[in-house]
RNA sequence: CGGGGCGUAGCGCAGUCUGGUAGCGCACCACACUGGGGGUGUGGUGGUCGUAGGUUCAAAUCCUGCCGUCCCGACCA
């Protein structure tokens, strides 16, 4: 490709409302435009790179057995209302009617369609498994778009459902999954790890995330330091210290006038706040109120919580009037001794002895207390969020925490849609069976964003060569004087070009060298050839490699051949 | 959805407080010079100052509503 007869628009400057590095990177190489919030055009450039992104992960799901499919982008509210998302879904779909007042909505995702699709043409067990994927562009009126192709309202998303006879061979597929987005995130040479994740809205019970490691990542992961353990920060399990086998104390009540808070208590009464213990009043499932207790340092995790049998879900902390009228205290003086509700105990404050909690009384707090000896029923389970530090739940290291980009979510989904919609296939036995189902997401267009979040240096982004827009850029110096130059340029050119090798030649007039070595770094093309005369005459081509700007002078002689083995080497073919 | 910032040329911004001829840099067009790290000069193109209303002899500037956009939070397969 000729530079001067191709759309490169590179920006000096940064645009104001980009506020992350791929977003300014994207916007000031000219690879995507904004035509509105959340919403992108993919430049020239900038679709070169997505459309080797998609190409990427579509050979690793051809790879497993999965089959293409492309389902619409325009779907039917009666779908919607048929697994009971239409509502549900709430302000996040994009909803509409066409002239005839029918409801569609634009499609965020396609379990719907695709269940319908399959009840329709998967008719035995012996068409199963079956495992169909797309590449399409998706619309989720989020409320919030930012980071540019991180988090966009439309964005290009692969996404994958497989349709099994039994939960066995939905873990075959998933797991399948789960190698193919390894072996796609390796391609791409990123940084990333497999997370336990929690289902969300989606549905189904297993489920792990793909989180490419960045600062800037709007998900926290709790990873441990010596094993493969690794989970989103609100699923990561929170181990219990040992437990503490000190010798009761004496239960003592003590007036704490104006004492609330932990910090409060813990400054008043002189203990650190790990003596402690808050006791928070929810809604129950069945009971109206359901106690929560934990240590004073530690935060209740709603997600664990809600899970739990006897408690409400959603979360939701019980008022101030409920509790006065329950307990006869104000929150801020409750605690476990003498409460007359249900309670269910964190792990590390099961752990304690002679804790300070509230006397459920206002004004007082108890020291000293011992669930033995002080309090009634109650029962442990985790519910706190782990903290940076704890041992890791699987026995190795302890649990360190990173920011990482969501790219891939894989999904058992069971039965989760194909229940209420009714996708059967007769089994061996001639029986009709609800089919279990999986899905699987991946970020096409948010994996160029995360890609430069981690590939990037004061110049701009640094591809690697299976995604980058082009393989080698030429440029030549002083063309318009130097006919050795010009036709140096050209023969590389052709010679590379005739190799199938990606070659971008920087053959605009008017532009000095140094705007031409910013744009080849700002766009990001791994290898750089300059071709002067300075270098001619004595028989060489300076050479440089974006990742490591090393620059070196190359023969001539050999320089195609040697250039096309070593590019070859980088596309692993 | 709550809080805050910002809307002036394609991009980055000044001008708004204190009303009076709409500006600067980059980009773009033409010509000349220049030619190994974002050149120089000359001359140009391009703006209903987000929008609607109000105040005023006069509004980018003051007032009110609306819209857009970005940030923080809530939310988020």
């Known amino acids: 490709m000729r530079a001067s007869k191709y759309n490169i628009v590179t ?91 029918r409801d569609f909505c634009f499609g965020p995702t396609h379990e719907e369609v695709i269940t319908d699709l399959a009840r329709n043409e998967l008719k035995s067990h012996r068409q199963l498994p079956a495992n169909f994927y797309q590449i399409q562009t ?8 930012r980071f540019g192709v991180l988090r966009a309202r439309e964005f290009v998303m692969k996404d994958a459902y497989s349709f099994h006879l039994n939960q066995q061979s939905l873990e075959e597929t998933y797991q399948s999954m789960h190698d193919a987005y390894g072996t796609i995130l390796d391609r791409m040479q990123l940084d990333f790890r ?36 690794a989970a989103n920060i609100e699923l990561a399990e929170a181990i219990a210290p040992p437990k503490d086998e000190s010798a009761p104390e004496e239960l003592n009540e ?27 009043i929810v809604k129950g499932e069945n009971e ?18 809600e899970k739990l049998v006897g408690v409400a879900a959603p979360l939701s902390m019980a008022e101030d009037g409920e509790i006065s009228s329950a307990i006869g205290c104000a929150p801020g003086s ?32 108890l020291t000293n207390a011992n669930w033995a000896r002080d309090t009634t029923e109650f029962s442990v389970s985790d519910i706190r969020d782990a903290l940076e530090g704890d041992p890791s739940p699987d026995g190795k290291g302890v649990l360190q925490f990173k920011r990482g980009i969501e790219v891939g979510h894989i999904f058992q989904l069971g039965k989760e849609y194909s229940t209420p919609m009714n996708a059967t296939v007769l089994d061996e036995n001639g029986k009709s069976i609800i089919m279990t189902m ?69 053959d605009r007039e008017g532009y000095r060298p140094g705007a031409k070595f910013a744009d080849s770094e700002l766009i990001g093309i791994p290898h ?29 002689e050999g320089l195609v051949e040697n250039l096309h083995r070593q590019i070859r080497i980088e596309l692993n073919i």
């Open 11 to 101: 920006l000096k400057e940064t645009p104001a409302d980009a506020e992350i590095i791929s977003h300014q990177l994207l916007i000031r190489a000219g690879f995507i435009r904004k035509a509105a919030s959340g919403i992108y055009s993919w430049m020239p450039l900038g679709l070169r790179v997505l459309q080797k992104v998609e190409a990427i992960i579509r050979e690793e799901m051809n790879r497993t057995g999965a089959m293409e499919v492309l389902m619409p982008v325009v779907q039917p509210a009666e779908l919607w209302q048929e697994s009971g998302r239409w509502d549900q879904y709430d302000e996040e779909l994009l909803k509409f009617t066409d002239r005839h007042q």
């Open 138 to 145: 998706k619309f989720r009126d989020e409320t919030r778009p």
């Open 194 to 229: 497999p997370v336990l994740a929690d289902t969300g809205s989606i549905g189904g019970s297993a489920s792990m995330e793909f989180h490419v490691l960045a600062d800037s990542g709007e998900d926290r992961i709790a990873f441990s330091t010596s094993s493969d353990y």
């Open 254 to 280: 003590i007036a704490t006038p104006e004492v609330h808070t932990i910090e409060q208590v813990a400054a008043f009464l002189s203990v650190p706040p790990e003596s402690t213990v808050k006791t928070l």
């Open 288 to 305: 109206p109120l359901v106690a929560l207790v934990l240590r004073g340092d530690h935060k209740l995790n709603p997600l664990k919580a």
């Open 334 to 365: 409750i605690g476990p001794v003498n409460l007359g509700l249900p309670i269910i105990v964190d792990r590390s404050a099961a752990a304690l002895a002679n804790f300070v909690c509230g006397a459920n009384k206002d004004g007082f707090h």
């Open 438 to 506: 999986g899905c699987y997401g991946m970020g096409v267009s948010r994996l160029v964003g995360a890609v430069i979040e981690q590939k990037h240096d004061d110049s701009g982004i640094i591809w690697p060569t299976n995604i980058a827009p082009f393989q080698v850029i030429i440029i030549p110096i002083n063309a318009h004087k130097s006919e050795a130059v010009t036709e140096t340029s050209e023969k590389l050119y052709s010679e590379l070009t005739e190799l199938g090798i990606e070659v971008l030649l920087d």
């Open 528 to 556: 750089r050839l300059v071709v002067g005369d300075r270098g001619l005459d004595k028989g060489v081509i300076e050479y440089t490699e974006r990742k490591s700007s090393d620059s070196k002078d190359l023969p001539l």
